[in-house]
Nanobody
Framework: QVQLVESGGGSMHTGGSLRLSCVVS????????MGWYRQAPGKEREFVAR???????WYEDSVKGRFTVSKDSAKNTWYLQMNNLKPEDTAAYFC???????????????WGPGTQVDVSS
């Protein structure tokens, strides 16, 4: 069974850095469009960053220049390096990926359970 698990969350003061990791476990045929989303209390989940199999990355405007998404395809792992953290970055962060579990199955959206990031001023 395919599962995504995040790690690396924690508490940080303004200006600090954290690196989140997301690892895929289970047997997969193809992995595409690995991303990060976040959800603050009382708000809807929002897009943060995404990287595709060709290493093309996209970012939400408020994190451009501060966050960097990367991947290690050999380890089925991707990362979110977060620098210059701000209190408004406080949220639960979720990794997401489009995964084809087997050659004869379609791509399916998978989500991790989330990891909490708290940034205090």
């Amino acid at each position: 069974q395919v599962q995504l698990v995040e790690s690396g969350g924690g508490s940080m003061h303004t200006g600090g850095s954290l690196r989140l990791s997301c690892v895929v476990s289970g047997s997969i045929f193809s992995l595409n469009a690995m991303g990060w989303y976040r959800q603050a209390p009382g708000k809807e989940r929002e897009f943060v960053a995404r990287i595709n199999s060709g290493d093309v990355a996209w970012y939400e405007d408020s994190v451009k220049g501060r966050f960097t998404v990367s991947k290690d395809s050999a380890k089925n792992t991707w990362y979110l390096q977060m620098n210059n953290l701000k209190p408004e970055d406080t949220a639960a962060y979720f990794c997401n990926a489009q995964i084809q579990p087997a050659w004869d199955q379609p791509f399916i959206d998978y989500w991790g359970p989330g990891t909490q990031v708290d940034v205090s001023s």
